[in-house]
């Protein structure tokens, strides 16, 4: 289960705050930082911790509810912090002031097609909330409104498939939940529900998120939800604890189409690979169809190193089929090499194409169509498929999550023995 930690949030700044230690006027103070960019919707907040190392080096992190993540460089030069998400081709920069305890710069990340994506940052040292709190002033709203925690079935103007919203409120109205939809997940949300106002927020580095909603006199929520520095939709929900998406084995179809030898493509040195190699004969398959720039696709590559540490002595071997954002090889193929670097891949990958689904359909024709990254193929040893999966619920969906995994070791348990000439 998803649980709020506001209060250890709190906790943990405070402690942070009592040992951060002077800092230089033009060197950042270490500790933890409110921070957050400016999105159109307003303030799309997270927190950061910087740590400096006794060998003068300096450690980042970002913190969206119980989820951190290791920024993998951060360097301070003059009054420059600059953190290097370089996984997503994505870079956090501030210049400091007041003290070492103020950041102002930029995001930048490469967007689709290689256009940049650029918003403001800032960081404030010192034990904020991750919100700005209500005015005392604002409505009030009936005693039975006070916890949104439960599920919720959600429905985004922009979109005709439906969502399902998982939420879990502390006694200090701190909220903790994720969004899952039937292309994958919003990651870990966290926030505040107030006064009748939920207001929730995602930064991992790639992902920028920001909801605002409202409770209404009927016990729904309608609010708004923003991406990124251009994405915007409104959107409502209502309380059902038995809201469910559609079957995510069904949803896209192995056409056979196109024979494995046909499916060509290079690895991150221009060798070119076809699926039908022999590394790859007789045994039992996963095929991942993933980008290197999606953060659900970190999710499920870091669950398939698991699967590949348990199964493949058994027979099971996985390829991924990276789609990337620019078409340029060079570059596609260095995020590839840093994505498999980062999470320790020890499969095959290949650059398969761009992420643009119609284009990346184009090359990748053994489905009907690429709906979700991941979308994830499994294939017994005689090249039967035996499932395919759209999209991916993450460790943020808790329960989903769990059920995701059982799913799909009973398909590959069943493949093995397929390949094993048992079935």
């Known amino acids: 289960m998803l649980r709020p930690i506001g209060r250890f949030e709190v906790l943990v700044m405070i402690a942070w705050a009592a040992t951060g230690g002077a800092a230089n006027a033009d060197r950042p103070s270490p500790g933890m930082w409110r921070a957050w960019l400016d999105s159109p919707g307003g303030e799309l907040p997270f927190y950061l911790l910087l740590d400096s190392r006794a060998d003068g080096q300096w450690n980042a992190q970002l913190i969206n509810g119980p989820e951190r993540i290791a920024v993998p460089h951060t360097a301070v030069s003059g009054d ?13 920069s501030g210049a400091v002031s007041h003290e070492g305890k103020h950041l102002d710069g930029e995001w930048v990340r490469t967007g689709s097609g290689g256009t940049p994506v650029t918003m403001a940052f800032h960081a404030r040292r010192g034990a904020f909330p991750r919100f700005d709190p209500l005015p005392t002033g604002a409505a009030p709203v009936p005693k039975e409104q006070h916890d949104i925690s439960g599920r919720w079935r959600m429905r985004f103007s922009k979109s005709e498939d439906p969502a399902i919203g998982v939420f879990e409120q502390g006694a200090d109205r701190s909220v903790a939940g994720t969004v899952l939809t039937t292309t994958g997940d919003y990651r870990f949300l966290a926030g505040s529900f107030e006064n009748g106002r939920l207001r929730l927020s995602c930064f991992d580095g790639a992902h920028a998120f920001l909801f605002d909603a409202r409770m209404q006199a009927d016990g729904a929520l309608a609010g708004d939800f923003w991406s990124r520095d251009a994405w915007h939709e409104t959107w409502t929900a209502d309380r059902d604890a038995d ?5 995510a084995f069904g949803r896209t179809t192995w056409t056979g189409s196109v024979p494995l030898d046909a499916l060509v493509f290079p690895d991150v040195n221009g060798d070119r690979v076809a699926l039908s190699d022999e590394r790859f004969a007789g045994k039992a398959r996963i095929i991942e169809v993933f980008g290197t720039w999606c953060p659900n696709c970190h999710d499920a590559s870091e ?12 027979g099971l071997s996985i390829v991924g089929l990276a789609f990337e954002l620019t078409g340029d090889f060079s570059r596609d193929a260095r995020q590839v090499r840093k994505y498999v670097e980062r999470l320790g891949i020890p499969y095959t990958v290949l650059v398969a194409g761009v992420s643009d689904k119609d284009k990346a359909a184009a090359a990748f024709p053994a489905i009907d169509r690429i709906r979700a990254y991941p979308t994830t193929i499994f294939l017994n040893g005689a090249g039967r498929v035996r499932a395919v999966h759209t999209g991916f619920s993450g460790p943020a969906t808790g329960d989903a999550n769990q059920a995701l995994r059982r799913d799909f070791e009973r398909i590959i348990e ?3 023995v397929d390949s094993s000439g048992g079935g």
Request: glycine share 0%.
């Open 303 to 314: 669950y398939l190193v698991e699967l590949h540490r348990r199964y493949a002595d058994r």
């Open 243 to 247: 809201a469910a998406l559609p079957d």
């Open 414 to 416: 069943e493949m093995l």
């Open 80 to 92: 420059t912090v600059t953190l290097d998400i370089d996984y997503y081709d994505a870079k956090l």
